[in-house]
C-alpha cells in the first residue's frame, strides 16, 4: 500500500514510527543519500527537493491515482487524516499538533542539523558556528522541557508532534547536550523509547544501512554537503 523512500535518519524513523504504530503495510526503498539516490531522476520526479522520506500510497482514501509526497511533516499529517490516529479531529487539539509539528519542522530539526554539521562534519572547526548551534539546541531542549512540564506529551496525547521531535532527541550526546539537564523532557524522551513500535522502526535502519553509525566518507560528504542547483537540472 505504501512505497516509503527512506534512509536511517531523524526525518526516516518519524515516518518508520508512524508505520509501525498504525500497522499499515509499507515496503522500504532505499534512498542511499551517501551515494547520490536522491539525485536520481525518477526520485525527483515527485520528491524535487532531492530529500528523503519520500512516499506513494497506492491506495488513497478517494479511490483514485496513488498520491505522492515528500516533506517528512506533509507525509505524517496525511498518514494521520488517511489513518485517523495520532491527529485529533478538535480544532484546538488538531492545531496545538500542528503548530508542534511545525516547530520541530521549522525549529529542532534544522536548528539540531546544523549543529551535527559543524559539530561533526564540517572539515573546520569553527567555534563560533559550533557554540551557536549547541546554544540553540539547548534552547529548544528548555522550550520542549517546559512544554512537557505539565502533560505526558507534547500535545497531551501521544501524537505526529511527539513522532516529530523525538528522532531528533535521540543524538543528543552529538548536539552537546545532556538529558539530565531537561527532567521533564528525558521522561518524555524514555516512555517514546520503550514503545514497541519505536523499538520496531529503529530496527528497521540497520537492516537499510549496514553501516548505520559510521563516519561518512570523504567521497559521501561531497554528495552530502557539496550540493548546488546544478543537483536537480533536467
Not at 41 to 66: T, V, Y
Not at 147 to 174: C, K
Request: hydrophobic content about 40%; charged content about 20%; glycine content about 8%.
Amino acid at each position: 500500500m505504501i512505497d516509503l523512500y527512506y534512509w536511517p535518519t531523524p526525518n526516516g524513523h518519524k515516518i518508520t514510527m508512524f508505520l509501525e504504530e498504525t500497522g499499515l503495510p509499507y515496503k522500504i526503498y532505499p534512498v542511499n543519500i551517501g551515494t547520490g539516490d536522491q539525485f536520481k531522476p525518477e526520485f525527483l520526479a515527485f520528491s524535487p527537493n532531492n530529500r528523503m522520506p519520500a512516499m506513494i500510497d497506492h491506495a488513497p482514501a478517494d479511490g483514485c491515482a496513488p498520491v505522492k509526497i515528500f516533506e517528512s511533516g506533509a507525509i505524517l499529517i496525511y498518514l494521520a487524516e488517511k489513518t485517523g490516529k495520532f491527529m485529533p479531529s478538535d480544532l484546538r487539539k488538531r492545531f496545538d499538533v500542528m503548530q508542534w509539528l511545525m516547530w520541530q519542522m521549522g525549529g529542532l530539526g534544522p536548528m539540531a542539523g546544523q549543529n551535527h554539521h559543524f559539530n561533526v562534519y564540517a572539515p573546520e572547526k569553527l567555534p563560533y558556528a559550533i557554540d551557536r548551534y549547541i546554544n540553540e539546541t539547548n534552547r529548544l531542549y528548555g522550550v520542549l522541557n517546559k512544554r512537557l512540564a505539565d502533560r505526558e506529551y507534547v500535545a497531551g496525547d501521544y501524537s505526529i508532534a511527539d513522532m516529530a521531535a523525538y528522532p531528533w532527541i535521540v543524538p543528543y550526546e552529538r548536539q552537546g547536550q545532556k538529558l539530565e539537564d531537561f527532567p521533564d523532557l528525558k521522561r518524555w524522551f524514555e516512555a517514546i523509547k520503550a514503545k514497541p513500535a519505536t523499538v520496531r522502526a529503529y530496527a528497521v535502519g540497520p537492516t537499510v544501512n549496514p553501516s548505520l553509525g559510521k563516519t561518512f566518507t570523504d567521497e559521501q560528504k561531497k554528495v552530502l554537503f557539496g550540493q548546488t542547483a546544478s543537483v536537480v537540472k533536467g
